[in-house]
């Protein structure tokens, strides 16, 4: 009788210990617990070096020495700090010139884009026209088109009009909506300003002015976020298409990426012309500093800007509806 | 009357906003789409005078199926490695935007680290760490696991496995846009609907399935429609390489550029109308 007893109340206690240790680990309702947290953390974190792991490895690997490289012994931390490697990319790339071209091929065509959306999502936000949904609907179609269909007629286009190899192949397609994922910034600027209180309007109307100053004056400066959300995620989708850029802008304008492609072919050539002295062949080093040269300034705007492209996405509010 | 002509204003200046993506879609979109396919029938030759064209019937498509034993093959490959990450995208993505969800320290960093790749993934840069190895899984200890299991499958599910351990990085870079779509429609999700679960005694595993997903099913959507696109389009695709190394060739030239575009671009299509309606169905029957 009372053994039976005493057994009870030890079950009572064990079960007591297991639910305050499962609440430990696996946490009470809505309060995660320590294992699930460690859970959690754990695969974040793998997760998180699996995505970084290109990035270590190419820095490790641009500092490294032709020795480092050989040596078996060394893995990730190079013997010496070798900059060398960087002074070739450097040349090979033709950096600071690149640059210049790329940036110039790039923020003229995104300006335009983010501009013209603008104005076209607050046409689509703002008024009422009849064949408003179809065309709408068509804007949301054109997303699908694959730039591959376009790429022929608009290159035989271009020919036709000389304007192959200038920024005009680039920037003409922005400048009417129609450039590198048009239709996610003009959703984007939808989004935006559909959510701006119609009152504003009404009183500046009142004011008596008319329809285009309240665009200019009170709905763009408003928009603020949304237009550097847009020029951020242009820039950097007209900075990393390299496949309509070597066809349209020829042989006359480069951009960096184009220059990261033809990397070995440019270096060879530069190692001919000069005397085969101090000549050396390309390896991993050189090319991993020449990649990462090549990311660099993405790199250093997304570390000031990040917050905006993670906005972005939330803006675009395609996650609204 | 007057309400009418008001109305009638209105329209008038909300067409003149949307005006130059109208001026725009006809020039840029619209022409080139039927010019294009217009090419697609015709046999192009330059010459200094301009393009010569002679109407070809359906020659191209059939040369694309008969004759260019490479297109088909490169076709085959796409969609086959399409089908293969498309999912695997969705799925971990939505992985990890859960655990972003999680009340977690440094999830701007995390978050951060998750977009990079959308920032820095150009084709040529994708190139490179292609050539150096580096976007299979980065541990030799899982190699030798590997190794087991791949000496025991064999036939699809080998080239399968062999596809996904050589490009996991790459496919997981993939996902980046898709995280943060996710991670945005989860934040709005109400908490109140979570409450009402939980005291009708629903476990978090319960609450996953029955009120994460359904209220997730229009961003999976979303999400796979943009994943088909942007993976369609990537610059290092073979099939967007086989057609740019088409348009240049003598002997093909632009018309058959343009067939082999068509095709390409109709593929896209059923694989997007039959995504799409795999997993409307799927969710209907679900319910």
């Known amino acids: 009788m009372m053994d039976s007893k005493q057994k009870m109340i030890q079950k009572k206690n064990m079960s007591a210990y297991l639910t305050k240790i499962k609440s430990f680990f696996l946490g009470v309702q809505g309060n995660n617990g320590f294992f699930l947290k460690l859970c959690v953390y754990s695969l974040l974190i793998v997760i998180g070096f699996v995505y970084l792991y290109p990035l270590i490895y190419m820095g490790s690997y641009s500092f490294k020495s032709l020795e480092d490289l050989l040596n078996p012994l060394i893995n990730w931390i190079p013997s010496t700090v070798y900059l060398e490697n960087y002074m070739i990319a450097f040349q090979v790339l033709n950096f600071f010139p690149t640059l210049g071209q790329t940036l110039y091929v790039t923020i003229i065509p995104s300006i335009a884009q983010t501009a013209i959306a603008a104005i076209i999502g607050y046409g689509f936000a703002r008024y009422e026209f009849p064949f408003k949904k179809i065309i709408f609907g068509i804007v949301l179609i054109t997303f699908i088109i694959p730039p591959q269909v376009l790429m022929i007629p608009r290159y035989v286009f271009f020919n036709e009009l000389e304007l192959i190899g200038s920024i005009f192949s680039f920037l003409l397609p922005a400048l009417f909506g129609q450039g590198l994922n048009s239709t996610i910034f003009i959703l984007i600027f939808y989004q935006f300003f559909r959510m701006m209180p119609k009152a504003l309007e009404e009183a500046a109307n009142l004011d008596g002015a008319g329809n285009f100053r309240v665009f200019l004056t009170i709905a763009i400066p408003m928009a603020v976020p949304a237009i550097i959300i847009a020029f951020l995620f242009s820039f950097v989708w007209y900075w990393n298409e390299t496949t309509l850029a070597s066809l349209y802008l020829g042989n006359e304008l480069t951009t960096i990426p184009i220059q990261l492609e033809k990397f070995s072919a440019t270096f060879d050539e530069l190692n001919n012309s000069q005397n085969s002295e101090g000549a050396q062949d390309i390896n991993e080093g050189i090319s991993m500093a020449g990649t990462l040269l090549s990311i660099l300034p993405l790199l250093i705007v997304y570390i000031f800007t990040q917050r905006w492209f993670v906005e972005g996405v939330d803006r675009s509010g395609i996650t609204g509806e | ?287």
């Open chain 2, 1 to 287: 009357m007057k309400q009418l002509s008001l109305k009638n204003k209105k329209s008038l200046v909300g067409y003149s906003f949307i005006f130059p993506w109208i001026i725009g879609f006809l020039i840029f979109t619209a022409f080139p789409l039927v010019y294009s396919l217009f090419l697609s029938f015709q046999q192009v030759k330059l010459t200094p005078n301009g393009i010569v064209t002679t109407y070809v019937k359906f020659e191209n498509y059939i040369y694309a199926f008969t004759v260019d034993i490479q297109y088909t093959q490169v076709l085959l490959r796409f969609l086959r490695e399409l089908v293969i990450s498309t999912p695997i995208i969705i799925v971990f993505s939505l992985i990890i935007a859960l655990l972003l969800n999680q009340p977690i320290r440094w999830r701007t960093f995390f978050r951060m680290v998750f977009f990079l790749p959308v920032i820095i993934a150009s084709g040529p840069v994708i190139m490179d760490l292609m050539e150096q190895d580096v976007t299979s899984i980065p541990s030799i200890e899982e190699y030798a696991i590997f190794d087991a299991v791949l000496s025991n499958t064999e036939g699809l599910f080998h080239t399968i496995l062999t596809y996904l351990m050589e490009n996991l990085v790459i496919i997981l870079w993939y996902s980046g846009v898709q995280i943060l779509m996710f991670l945005a429609a989860l934040q709005k999700t109400d908490r109140q609907v979570y409450k009402a679960a939980k005291i009708d005694g629903a476990s978090n595993w319960e609450c996953f399935w029955k009120v994460t997903l359904p209220t997730l099913f229009p961003m999976i959507i979303v999400n796979l429609i943009y994943t088909i696109v942007t993976y369609s389009i990537f610059a290092l695709n073979p099939v967007v390489e086989h057609i740019q190394s088409q348009m240049f060739e003598i002997s093909t030239g632009f018309g058959y550029a343009s067939a082999l575009s068509w095709i390409y671009f109709l593929v896209i299509t059923l694989v997007l109308v039959i995504g799409v309606g795999v997993l409307i169905l799927g969710n209907k029957k679900y319910r």
